[in-house]
């Protein structure tokens, strides 16, 4: 009797031509559910952390259930996560070789804790990474092409609600502080509505998104495209709705072992936007700046 051969023996992303997981996971995005979508821009920005979790460890980064990494696996046509996660390690490798991988550097620094860290000891350093992460990712022409939006804009407004509301009000007091017109948009409130009424094509749109953007950010985000005005999103997920309807993107990671993100990268992001416009014409913020803090 003749043999017949075993089933597909490539991961089924490269069994359909992709040569990544990553480039097969945001070929099919707009497919899946958006518990799933959670797991997949998860996967997609923390390769090197998924080829090594749990498929628990990794619902909870992702904000969701275990079933549902089980069923994301299987909707890639994965039998179950650990092929899925087997193919993540393959890839992973893959980019450490050549030298595409974060850390990949040939000398490794000292690390910040001793290997018995406590709790706030090991949030300290998911801080400090999360920010070197952010810095190594970042896109020198993005920034700069943000900065310019900043300092060119009749009006700037900043979109962020929930936990992005705070951020919205501290970026805008920063902008402010250079005599830019700034406002942000935190609430579904009557005043905030008539804010995004007024969007028009010299309105610099800023979307600011933590995981799963709100359904107000895409709202303004979309309007903004509608009325051709330039858009700017900061986001912590590359496949995030928000960055896919905006012109400039900028990702921070927000990795944390505690039980919220951490938003130290996203702050750091936020100060360095506003010291780029100040260092266009420092000379020309430096007496209002000084008049602020001798309030």
């Known amino acids: 009797m003749k043999r017949t051969s075993a089933t597909i023996t490539a991961p089924p992303h490269e069994a359909r031509g992709h040569q990544t997981l990553s480039a097969y996971i945001q070929a099919r995005f707009d497919e899946f559910s958006r518990s799933q979508k959670d797991v997949a821009q998860y ?31 299987q909707a890639l046509g994965f039998e179950g996560f650990p092929e899925l996660q087997h193919s993540a390690r393959e890839e992973y490798r893959r980019n450490v070789a050549s030298g595409q991988a974060a850390g990949s550097a040939t000398t490794s620094p000292e ?36 900065i310019n939006a900043i300092a060119s804009a009749d009006r700037v407004l900043v ?16 902008l402010m502080l250079l005599d830019l017109r700034a406002e942000i ?4 409130s009557q005043e905030a509505l ?12 800023i979307g600011l998104s933590a995981g799963r953007p709100h359904p107000l950010v895409v709202r303004a985000m979309k309007l903004a495209r509608h009325r051709k005005a330039p858009t700017l999103a900061v986001v912590d997920a590359t496949l995030s709705e928000v960055a896919k309807l905006a012109q400039i993107k900028l990702y921070y990671s927000s990795n944390s072992p505690a039980y919220v993100r951490s938003h130290t990268a996203l702050l750091s992001t936020i100060q360095a936007l506003a010291y780029g416009v100040y260092s266009r014409d420092a000379d020309q ?8 803090r001798l309030k």
Request: proline content about 2%; charged content about 25%; glycine content about 2%.
């Open 43 to 73: 996967i997609v920005d923390h390769l090197d952390e998924v080829a090594f979790q749990t498929a628990e460890e990794l619902a909870r980064r992702a904000n969701t259930s275990s079933s549902t990494v089980v069923r994301f696996s």
């Open 111 to 146: 690390p910040l804790f001793s290997l018995d860290q406590n709790e706030f000891e090991t949030a300290i350093a998911a801080d400090y990474q999360n920010v070197e992460e952010t810095a190594r990712r970042v896109s020198r022409s993005d920034v700069e092409a943000a």
């Open 159 to 174: 979109c962020g609600t929930d936990q992005m509301a705070f951020f919205a009000s501290y970026f805008r007091h920063l």
């Open 185 to 188: 948009v935190a609430s579904p």
């Open 194 to 205: 008539s804010r995004l009424g007024r969007i028009d094509d010299r309105t610099l749109v």
């Open 285 to 292: 913020y430096a007496d209002r700046i000084k008049a602020f």
